[in-house]
């Protein structure tokens, strides 16, 4: 009885185990919150690459178990208490990541899916590198230099929403405006949800939104469930099924994503810890969580699985309700194992129409360019600072949108900084923050 009692815990408290019927609903929670952000990089990648079906479910179902892979090691680290190791042990959830889709979008229509797992690899091996080092290559990454890099991500990823808002620069029916009618139902019920209800119904609304638009959708004859009656029931990934591939170009855009990104996700293991721990994470927990990142998605590109990161939208449901057990979590990685193990779920999701998924992703990509904004005006918005943005931007968006300009440059240069402004972005922005005077305060 008093072993029983040792081992039970708070849903507030970090460690022990909660009842059941009090965890089960919070777990569920975070997986309605994230499952659909989950799953759409594998829908928009396959297109791009040209997958048939069985392999669309595959790259899906590969991406959900390398997701609840990530977030087991990030909640229950790998290595000694007290000596180093791998993963945070804080409440955080991990899942695949837009923030790599314009450059995996680049990556698979010139190179092919094997060359986005060959550059996941090295930028893996970056990620952990900078782990190792975060104290001494965090200065390099300040909020006004990663908060122009995020709000570029979002700026990068509008064109993908509103192809598939269309209905799929692949699809016959492109530009017809059924799709655009369906797209924006769905985006009108992801609005209404945010702005005009509390609780689990605004938690939920991308993941309604698209159901109402898929039912919206069957009318017009958008939805062939094909995919779902040839998937088996039950099925593991295969190791290295889509193949590596290493191009040099490829690599450095990846790598450079997965250095900001190791940079970001401090933010957001800050965020946990300040919101609903009331303290910041020690060195050990971030080096454990970024070398544990890093690690992760080396494994992921041999599963098959997209690029993870840290999720935000789970980091504030986090900060909101301070439910801070990592078995809460835990169930949250486990559901989303189980769904990643049945590819008749992920054949599923794949018959979700393109201007479903454009409809109601376009919230998503405007609030990923406003945290980017946020994390800039978190600066003073002197001289200096605004010509950093300013200037980091300009170049990055204006070369992607001419990119004839690099026609006479080798094909590398092209796939390196032609095809997503975050690259040139990104360096531009670091370089700038590095020379550039900082103004003297009055």
């Known amino acids: 009885m008093n072993q029983n009692k ?4 708070s849903i507030f408290e970090l460690n022990g185990i909660p009842k059941f019927d009090q965890a089960l609903p919070l777990a569920l929670q975070h997986v309605v919150a994230m499952i659909v952000g989950c799953v759409t990089p594998a829908i928009i990648v396959a297109g791009v690459a040209g997958l048939d079906s069985t392999n669309r479910v595959m790259l899906i179902q590969s991406s959900l178990v390398v997701s609840a892979l990530s977030t087991f090691l990030q909640l229950f680290p790998i290595g000694k208490k007290q000596g180093f190791r791998l ?8 899942g695949a990541s837009f923030a790599y889709v314009a450059s995996m979008q680049a990556i698979a229509g010139d190179f092919g899916i094997a060359a986005i797992f060959g550059a996941q690899i090295i930028g893996g091996i970056i990620a952990a590198i900078i782990g190792f080092f975060i104290d001494k290559i965090r200065k390099v990454f300040p909020p006004l230099v990663t908060g122009t890099v995020v709000f570029t991500i979002g700026l990068s990823l ?12 692949s699809n016959d029916t492109y530009g017809h405006w059924s799709n655009w009618l369906v797209a924006f139902i769905t985006l009108a019920v992801v609005i209404f949800l945010n702005h005009f209800t509390k609780g689990f119904l605004k938690l939920a609304s991308i993941l309604i939104g698209i159901i109402v638009g898929y039912i919206v959708s069957i009318p017009f004859g958008m939805v062939d469930l094909a995919a779902v009656a040839q998937a088996k029931v039950f099925q593991i990934p295969q190791i290295m ?24 996700a401090i933010g957001d293991f800050t965020a946990t810890t300040t919101g609903s721990m009331d303290r910041e994470p020690t060195d050990q927990e971030l080096k454990g969580a970024i070398v544990g990142y890093g690690c992760m998605n080396i494994i992921g590109a041999f599963l098959g699985g997209l690029p993870t990161a840290s999720y935000s ?22 559901i989303l194992l189980i769904a ?7 054949g599923l999701l794949t018959t979700i129409p393109h201007c479903v998924l454009g409809g109601a992703t376009i919230s998503v990509f ?14 003073q918005m002197n001289f200096r600072n605004t010509t950093v943005v300013g200037l980091s931007v300009a170049l990055g968006v204006g070369v992607t949108q001419a990119s004839a300009s690099l026609a006479m440059f080798p094909a590398w240069v092209t796939t390196v900084f032609g095809k997503t402004p975050v690259v040139i972005a990104t360096c531009v922005a670091v370089l700038l923050n590095l020379i550039l005077p900082k103004e003297q305060k009055a």
């Open 158 to 169: 509008y064109p993908t929403a509103v192809n598939y808002m269309a209905g799929g620069t």
């Open 241 to 264: 099924h889509f193949g590596i591939k290493f191009e040099p170009s490829s690599c450095i855009a990846i790598g450079l994503l997965f250095a900001i990104n190791a940079i970001q």
């Open 313 to 334: 939208q789970n980091v504030g449901i986090v900060t909101t309700t301070k439910v801070i057990n990592r078995v809460v979590l835990g169930m949250a990685a486990a």
């Open 340 to 346: 990643g193990l049945v590819p008749k779920f992920s």
């Open 87 to 94: 993963g945070a042990g804080l409440p955080v959830i991990m």
């Open 366 to 379: 405007a609030s990923i360019a406003m945290t980017g904004i946020r994390l800039i005006t978190s600066q």
């Open 6 to 9: 040792k081992s039970r815990a």
